[in-house]
């Protein structure tokens, strides 16, 4: 009887929707969202995306992120998003990492 080798493969897809929130009392010209990921160590650029102008106190749907995470060693990583030319608009969101 002939046996395989079998190997397994853990691949660890981060899932997540964009949306963007203007909660500014006025209405905001389009711009551009730079995702990021990082484990604190290492940061690797994910996606970019351009939305329009919204007016005040509205909601944006952006794309959805589809990303294979790398094998960190980390419990935890970041989600970092940043607006092009208006740092003040950037967010991280710290979250948990397990493998």
């Known amino acids: 009887m002939k046996y395989k080798s079998v190997t397994s ?6 899932l997540s929707e964009m949306w963007i ?3 500014l009392p006025r209405n905001t010209g389009g711009g551009r969202v730079i995702v990021k990921l990082s484990d604190g160590k290492n ?3 994910v996606m970019d995306w351009n939305y329009e102008g ?3 106190n509205k909601n944006q749907q952006g794309p959805t992120i589809r990303y294979r995470l790398p094998d960190w060693k980390t419990d935890r990583f970041k989600l970092i998003l940043e ?3 208006h740092p003040e608009f950037n967010s991280e969101y710290t979250l948990a990492f397990r493998q």
Request: glycine residues 0%; charged residues 20%.
């Open 54 to 56: 919204m007016d005040s």
């Open 21 to 23: 929130l203007n909660d």
């Open 43 to 45: 940061q690797v650029k």
């Open 83 to 85: 607006i092009e030319n």
């Open 9 to 14: 493969i853990l691949l660890i897809v981060f």
